[in-house]
């Protein structure tokens, strides 16, 4: 499985391929500094799963969003966000309907392993939980 990683902090590069060197088939293929450079190098590289860091606000929630929604389209690449706890449960939830999951970063080390085995059965991985819906 092949994985781009999407972000403009420097120490989650690090940490997150860290991560991934301990789960067997998976490759970080790249990473991404900006959504511009995300954009092209999913064109360019066809990862099977792209994790965008949702502190990645440099650039602008609006301009990180063009690009999920590129991706979303599609249908082969998983994406999968990674954000602050709690802090991506808002943008998640509008994003929701293409996304293959969402992971707490502060919970990246348990949760991440978790995220991929299920993206590599086809499933989905949220971090959250959705309140059940009010009757």
């Known amino acids: 499985m092949r994985i781009l990683i999407a972000t403009d902090q420097t120490e989650v ?3 997150l391929r860290s991560i991934l ?3 067997g088939g998976v490759e970080a293929v790249q990473q991404a500094t900006n959504p511009q450079l995300a954009l092209h190098l999913t064109k360019l590289l066809r990862p099977d799963v792209l994790i965008v860091d949702l502190s990645a606000k ?3 929630e ?3 969003a063009s690009v ?4 979303m389209a599609d249908t082969k690449l998983r994406v999968l966000l990674l954000s602050r706890s709690g802090s991506g449960e808002s943008f998640a939830n509008r994003m929701a309907p293409g996304l293959a999951g969402c992971v707490s ?3 990246a080390a348990t949760e991440l ?3 991929i085995d299920t993206l590599r059965k086809g499933g989905v991985y949220f971090s959250f939980r959705q309140p059940p819906a009010a009757t």
């Open 13 to 15: 590069p690090a940490t």
């Open 21 to 23: 060197d301990g789960i």
């Open 58 to 60: 440099a650039q602008g």
């Open 62 to 64: 609006g301009e990180w």
């Open 68 to 71: 999920l929604a590129w991706a």
């Open 105 to 107: 970063r502060d919970a």
């Open 113 to 115: 392993p978790q995220a």
